[in-house]
């Protein structure tokens, strides 16, 4: 039986793409770019970004006004080493940006290389349906849950013609059979939906969770499900061939600006109405619309806020909820 090295394969993968991997720097593990495999790290912790700035980059322009037909040229990158909560993540992106050509150039020339990484609480991940292989979209996954070498799974011709070309075949394939079982919501995230209905309208509720927020929106940056974005445009110079460029930049539902309209109306004035709208959005709206919960539970919104504002306090709060 031929041996898999991780190694090997990213110096394979660094010769024709720009990769990122999770990397540790100074005690912390992130998601960044790496030129050599010596960089990357073996660790199988969570890292504390998410993919989400690879595809939906903090700030991108989308076109200018003198030739607003969109052209991107994309240099092929792969991401590597997701966890199976962060590819759990993913497919609401897909969903989410399946109609959009800029998410769409990204996505279509990234590689995705999985791992079976979860996050570390164990107990807040029971909440959350269970992560099931031919549920998640990847084109390679590398299975470190038994000891030894790892188990090597494809989930797409790219992932099959990529690990051929490397020279490794003893790989089993496995066929998306779609984020979800027979087209409805999995039980667990149901309920997770029907007790944010029951506490959603208590005010007290909210104001209690948030009352130490300080509206900094670290939360949302690091949460690898929030895409919510402006639209700014950014003109030329009178006189200047260059008419300037419509840019998509991520925004936080946290921000103060984030809600107002013109006249003055801010539809989340206090922290709490903005709390409130965060969980709203993950766990009554997104499972409404996309069959999916808007949470995979990975926990970094509590890692990242200064204050320690804590879903895992926040849902069991909700789920004892009568
Ligand atoms: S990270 Fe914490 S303090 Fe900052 S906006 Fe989010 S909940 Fe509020
Ligand atoms: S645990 Fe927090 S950061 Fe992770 S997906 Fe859920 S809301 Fe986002």
């Known amino acids: 039986m031929a041996k898999f090295n991780t190694s090997k394969l990213l110096e394979f993968l660094l010769k024709k793409y720009v990769v990122f991997a999770p990397v540790e720097r100074e005690n912390e593990l992130l998601f960044q770019r790496v030129y050599n495999p010596g960089e990357m790290s073996a660790s199988l912790r969570l890292p504390k970004n998410s993919f989400k700035q690879f595809l939906l980059p903090h700030e991108e322009v989308l076109f200018d006004f003198t030739s607003p037909k969109v052209k991107k040229t994309i240099t092929p990158q792969v991401i590597f080493g997701l966890s199976l909560v962060d590819l759990k993540a993913l497919i609401l992106f897909d969903q989410m940006f399946a109609k959009d050509p800029h998410y769409q150039a990204h996505r279509q020339n990234t590689l995705i290389v999985g791992q079976c990484v979860v996050p570390e609480d164990a107990k807040f991940l029971s909440i959350f349906e269970e992560n099931v292989l031919e549920r998640l979209k990847f084109d390679i996954l590398l299975d470190h849950r038994k000891k030894g070498e790892p188990k090597i ?88 061939d260059k008419a300037g460029v419509r840019k998509r930049r991520l925004s936080s539902c946290f921000y103060d600006d984030f809600a107002s309209i013109a006249g003055g109306e801010n539809f989340l004035k206090t922290k709490a109405e903005r709390l409130r709208n965060y969980y709203i959005h993950k766990f009554i709206r997104t499972p409404e619309r996309e069959q999916i919960l808007g949470c995979v539970g990975c ?19 909700a789920l004892k909820y009568k």
């Open 153 to 240: 799974f494809t989930g797409s011709r790219l992932g099959q013609k990529t690990l051929e070309k490397f020279g490794f075949n003893e790989y089993e394939h496995i066929d998306f059979k779609g984020s979800i079982e027979g087209g409805v919501l999995d039980p667990k995230s149901q309920k997770l939906k029907e007790q944010m209905k029951k506490v959603i309208n208590d005010k007290k509720f909210w104001e209690e969770f948030a009352k130490d927020c300080i509206m900094c929106g670290k939360c949302t940056v690091a949460c690898p499900t929030c895409y919510c974005f402006d639209l700014v445009d950014e003109g030329g110079e009178i006189g200047d």
């Open 299 to 317: 926990l970094r919104c509590f890692q990242v806020c200064p204050v320690g504002i804590d879903i895992r306090k926040i849902l069991d709060a």
